[in-house]
């Protein structure tokens, strides 16, 4: 089965501080992984993907994400957290038993607060 | 360039009642999706569609259809409206070329759907 898991509903940090958004997945094949992250009211938006290459990722906003193939992991991160981060976040993987599909499968989403 | 435009954004329906949430996009992407958003669930996809004529179903398709006469166009039919269906609808879309050039997915702001 092809999933990611999101170990942590909700996740606090200092504005400054470095933050970290866990996430695990479960896929045959090699994996394509994203995070896509919500504002209130609004759809997801695309922050960033790994499909080959380089296991540090680099996206929007400042936001990066380390690629882990034994740990089966890709978790979020940014160096210095801003109170306008918070929102919610989302792991997803890209169904690779599909052929043509390109949906994606979606965690159930981290809720990331920025304490001023 | 407005992306990806859903249509209502709000809606109270009865139990039995029917409706047709509209989606359409301006990217020109061949692909596009309906997913459900509820509390703790992440996102589910309903259906998808691959180009113009062509639909297939996702995790969880009951109670609802699909039609793609269009590239443009995406609607998502609910027949008979159940409590159950209560959530929270994006429609999303991307880019596959089918030669290894493809894109993320572009998400709308969203239709939330009340049932009672």
């Known amino acids: 089965a092809q999933s990611v898991a999101q170990p942590e509903d909700q996740v606090n940090v200092a504005e400054g501080n470095p933050l970290t958004v866990k996430c695990t997945y479960s896929v045959s094949g090699n994996p394509y992984l994203f995070w896509y992250v919500q504002y209130p009211n609004r759809g997801l938006q695309f922050l960033l993907k790994?499909?080959?290459?380089?296991?540090l990722v680099k996206g929007s906003y400042g936001f990066e994400a380390e690629f882990n193939k034994s740990q089966t992991s890709f978790h979020l991160k940014k160096p210095s957290a801003l109170v306008s981060d918070s929102a919610l976040y989302f792991c997803?993987?890209?169904?690779?038993?599909?052929?043509?599909?390109?949906?994606?499968?979606f965690g159930t989403g981290t809720r990331l607060t920025v304490i001023p | 360039n407005a992306g990806v435009t859903q249509t209502p954004k709000f809606r109270i329906l009865k139990i039995g009642q029917s409706m047709t949430l509209q989606c359409t996009q301006d990217m020109n992407h061949n692909y596009m999706y309906w997913y459900r958003q509820d509390p703790g669930m992440g996102l589910k996809l309903i259906y998808y569609?691959?180009?113009?004529?062509?639909?297939d179903k996702g995790e969880v398709p009951n109670g609802y259809n699909v039609s793609r006469s269009t590239t443009e166009d995406f609607p998502l039919r609910l027949e008979l409206a159940a409590p159950s269906q209560t959530s929270v609808y994006f429609c999303?879309?991307?880019?596959?070329?089918?030669?290894?050039?493809?894109?993320?997915?572009?998400f709308g702001n969203g239709t939330r759907l009340t049932v009672t």
């Open positions: 790994y499909i080959t290459g380089d296991n």
């Open positions: 999303a879309s991307s880019y596959d070329s089918g030669g290894g050039g493809w894109s993320p997915l572009h």
């Open positions: 569609s691959v180009g113009a004529g062509i639909t």
């Open positions: 997803a993987v890209r169904d690779t038993l599909k052929t043509g599909a390109n949906n994606l499968f």
